[in-house]
């Protein structure tokens, strides 16, 4: 195998275990009970693929090959844990399971186990960050990395959560189980809340060499779809089910067969899922004649306005502002108050959306938030100007990590340098 033929096949096997990740933990967190030890195992079945699979192949089932693999290694770490003996219970039910290998394909059996994942994360005993970074790393298979960058803070004091976080489940003796749906109320902001960011990271990939990621989509729309299931009467679940569906409607059509980038105001709206948007637009109609709107609600409403327009000149940015300033009124973020600011710019215009963006800055809150440096720059170039926005185009650059998001942003550069 020459050097290059071994590199694609090594990126190609990067990919599939950054696919099947979430799933394999989900399962193997549910066999161990062991949060640090299934990613621990994980982890060295994970670095025994990278050595196998470019000189065997690739197996047809990855997954279970995986979490075979993975369990053999757990059986190695227990036995050489100072307290084997007292762990011998664990051992044993370890090599029940082995004997089991190739049944782990099924996936009726592993969305039960990733649900039961997310419940267990979301534990009220928990504090309400460290249910969501704990489950978005062990169920969606986000970095710490990427974790530390949706919550805007440095990656150390990211993985010290994760660590706090497991350590915490494993000492208060957390069940690893679905509780009863009286139980469900306490949980259920943090369980919507992981399920919209593990979509948003599939939606928007902070990193990696593709704009998008699907199988994050995927997984965080059969997830919505089980949560429907269980609260039928809770809107704020139709709602974010609904704006997953509406976005999830316009994936396609956000990159050209090179893999850059195509804005919305260039999408070919043909490719669009219609079926997935009347799906999406009916769990929204469902939703808000339920009562007061929430905040998933309002952002899928948001999409709807986007992806019922005829076209993209079309679209009603006002109402798109005035729903942004609802939202505002709920969840007083800067980041929901950027989103506002962009509805302005396309609503009024740039010159109207950039002193809000001067007052964003001057807070500092978004300093590292790339969102932030790639819309102001936008703005600037839209405002006529080009030095400022080639200063706020270097600072996106510097923030991004994924490949996609550095061509097109470059292109810009280059445009307003002429």
Known sequence: MTLASLEQTQAAVKGIVRE????????????????????????DAVVAALEHWPLDGVPTQPRAWLLQTARRRAIDRLRRDANFKAKRAELAVLHALDRQAGQDHMDESIADERLRLIFTCCHPALAETARVVLTLRTLGGLTTEEIARAFLVPETTMAQRLTRAKRKIKAAGIPYEVPEPALWAERLG????????????????????APTRGELCREAIRLGQIMVQLVPAEPEAAGLLALMLLHESRRLARSDTAGDLITLDRQD???????????????????????DAGPYQIQAAISALHVQAPSYAATDWREITLLYGELYALQPSPVVKLNAAVALSFAESAEAALPTLAELERQGALARYQPFHAAHADMLRRAGRNAAAATSYRLALALTRNAVERRFLEDRLNDVLG
């Open 269 to 291: 709206r043909a490719l669009w899922d219609r079926d997935m948007i009347a799906a999406g637009a009916r769990l929204l109609e469902g939703a808000l004649t339920q009562g």
């Open 190 to 209: 943090s369980v919507l809340l992981v399920i919209y960011l593990i979509f948003n990271e599939g939606y928007a990939a902070t990193s990696g060499e």
């Open 20 to 43: 099947e990740w979430g799933r394999a933990l989900a399962s193997l967190v549910g066999q161990l009970r062991d949060f640090a030890l299934a990613e621990d195992a994980l982890q």
